[in-house]
C-alpha cells in the first residue's frame, strides 16, 4: 500500500510570482489616516451615528456607520470634488494615499513602466447618489434635465478609471462587482494578474457610498438592517444573542499589491504578503447563506490550497460576521468545519466599530488584517455581551487583546451566495 503524502503544503517561492503588499490607503468613519483607523479600532470605539446626511426622520432605520467631515483636499481638484460621487471621491483618496505609502507618488511613477501597474477598485452599488438624482431629474423635469456625468459615475468600473486616468496607469483595469464580498475579489483577482505575469503592481480593493435614501431604503426593504434606533453604537454586536441586522456603513480600503521581484528592485517598504486566495458561490439562495456553511468552508479550503497553508498554521481570522442572526451562524459553523483546534484561535468582527461598508468592507477589512500583523494587537469585537452559546473560538470580546499572528485570512460573503476569502501573513525573507 503507497505511503500518503502528508508534506505541509508548500507557499509560493519564486519571487516574481510572490505577492507582497507595499501601500495601503483608507477613508473611513474614523479618517483617512490608516493608523489612526486602525488605533481607533483598537480603543473599540463605535463610528455608528445618527444619519445627518439625509433627512432620515421617516425611515425605520436611522443611523449608519457614517463619514463626516470627509475632506478630498491635496488630492481631487474643486471642480471635479463638486461634480463626483463619494463612491469616487472615496475611491480617489484612498488610491492615491495608498500609491503615496508604497513611494509610487507621480515624480516616481514616471520613472516606471506604467503599463505594467493595472488598477481593480470594485464596488458593489457604484454612484448611488448619482444614479438616484439622475433617475429624480428624469421624473420630475425630464430627460434634458439628466446630467452628462449620470452614466460615467453611476457605473462601477469608473472609479478603476479615474484613479488610473489620474496617475496614467495603463496596465489591466476593471471593477468587480459581487454586493459585500466585492473587494476580496479584487484582491484575489489582481493577485492572479501579478502571478500570471500581466503586471507588477495592481493598485486594488474596494470602496462604496451607499448612506443615501436609495441605499439605506433598499436595504430597510430587504429587512437586513438592525433597528436599534436608541442606541446606535449597540446596533452592531456580531454573534451576540441580541443582534438583529446589520449597520450600514461607507468608505474604501485600497492596497498595492506588488511583486516580489519589483518590490525588491525598487527598494520599496514591504508590509506584509498576501499568500492566496478563494471564491465560491452557494448556490442556495439570493440573500440568505447556507444553514451548513458548506460554501464558506470549501472557500476556506481552496484558499488554503491556493496560499500553501495548513489549517494549523492559521491563527487570526478577519471575519464577515455582519450581526445577520443567520450569517454571524453559518460562518462560526464553516470556521469550526475546517479549523478542528481553534484553541489558540482568534477571529474578530471590524463591522462592530465601523458598520458594514458592502463592496468597501474587504477592503477595510483587509487593512484591519494587516495591521493586526504590524502591530501584533487585534482590535476587539464590541457589543459582545451575551453570546450565541455555539461560537466558542475567542471574539476579541470588548478589548483588544496582544496577539502573533502567524496567518491570516480574512472573510467576505455578499448577496447572491458569493463566498471569498484572502489570506495575509508577515513578510519574511
Known amino acids: 500500500m503507497a505511503a500518503l503524502n502528508i508534506s505541509p503544503p508548500k507557499r509560493e517561492t519564486d519571487p516574481k510570482k510572490r505577492v507582497v503588499i507595499t501601500g495601503m490607503g483608507v477613508v ?5 489616516d490608516v493608523n489612526t483607523f486602525y488605533e481607533k479600532l483598537l480603543e473599540g470605539q463605535s463610528g455608528i451615528t445618527l444619519i445627518d446626511k439625509f433627512d432620515a426622520s421617516s425611515f425605520t432605520v436611522r443611523f449608519a456607520g457614517q463619514i463626516r467631515n470627509f475632506s478630498s483636499a491635496g488630492y481631487i481638484d474643486g471642480k471635479s470634488d463638486r461634480r463626483l460621487d463619494d463612491c469616487w471621491r472615496y475611491c480617489l483618496v484612498a488610491g492615491r494615499k495608498a500609491l503615496d505609502d508604497a513611494n509610487l507618488g507621480p515624480q516616481v511613477l514616471e520613472t516606471i513602466d506604467r503599463t505594467r501597474i493595472g ?7 457604484g454612484g448611488l447618489t448619482t444614479f438616484s438624482n439622475g433617475v429624480e431629474a428624469l421624473i420630475q423635469k425630464g430627460f434634458k434635465k439628466i446630467t452628462p456625468f449620470f452614466i460615467p459615475y453611476s457605473i462601477t468600473n469608473m472609479g478603476s478609471a479615474l484613479l488610473a486616468i489620474d496617475r496614467g496607469l495603463m496596465g489591466p483595469n476593471y471593477s468587480i462587482s459581487t454586493a459585500c464580498a466585492t ?5 484575489y483577482a489582481a493577485a492572479n494578474h501579478i502571478r500570471r505575469g500581466e503586471a507588477n503592481i495592481m493598485v486594488v480593493g474596494g470602496t462604496e457610498a451607499a ?12 429587512r437586513a438592517l ?45 508590509i ?12 442556495h439562495h439570493m440573500t440568505d447563506p447556507r444553514k451548513d456553511g458548506l460554501g464558506i468552508s470549501s472557500c476556506i479550503t481552496k484558499c488554503l490550497e491556493h496560499a500553501g497553508v495548513s489549517p494549523e498554521e492559521v491563527n487570526y481570522v478577519n471575519c464577515h460576521a455582519t450581526s445577520t442572526l443567520a450569517g454571524d451562524l453559518a460562518e462560526v459553523i464553516a470556521i469550526k468545519k475546517i479549523f478542528k483546534n481553534t484553541y489558540e484561535m482568534k477571529m474578530n468582527g471590524t463591522k462592530s466599530m465601523i458598520g458594514h461598508g458592502l463592496g468597501a468592507a474587504g477592503g477595510l477589512e483587509a487593512i484591519a488584517c494587516i495591521k493586526a500583523i504590524t502591530t501584533g494587537w487585534l482590535h476587539p469585537t464590541i457589543n459582545q455581551d451575551n453570546l450565541e452559546p455555539e461560537v466558542d473560538i475567542d471574539t476579541v470580546p470588548n478589548v483588544k487583546k496582544q496577539h502573533e499572528v502567524n496567518v491570516a485570512i480574512s472573510n467576505s460573503f455578499g448577496f447572491g451566495g458569493h ?3 484572502v489570506a495575509f501573513a508577515p513578510y519574511k525573507p
Not at 183 to 187: M, R, S
Not at 272 to 283: K, M, N, P, S
Open 183 to 187: 473587494a476580496n475579489y479584487c484582491f
Open 226 to 270: 438592525s433597528q436599534r434606533n436608541d442606541e446606535p453604537h449597540k446596533a452592531s454586536r456580531p454573534w451576540d444573542q441580541d443582534r438583529d441586522g446589520f449597520v450600514i456603513g461607507e468608505g474604501a480600503g485600497v492596497l498595492i499589491m506588488e511583486s516580489l521581484e519589483h518590490a525588491t528592485k525598487r527598494g520599496a517598504n514591504i
Open 119 to 125: 488598477v481593480l477598485v470594485g464596488s458593489g452599488m
Open 272 to 283: 506584509a504578503e498576501y499568500l492566496g486566495g478563494a471564491i465560491t458561490c452557494d448556490a
Open 211 to 222: 448612506v443615501n435614501p436609495t441605499g439605506v431604503g433598499g436595504f430597510i426593504a430587504c
Open 28 to 32: 473611513s468613519v474614523f479618517g483617512n
Open 419 to 421: 463566498n471569498s476569502v
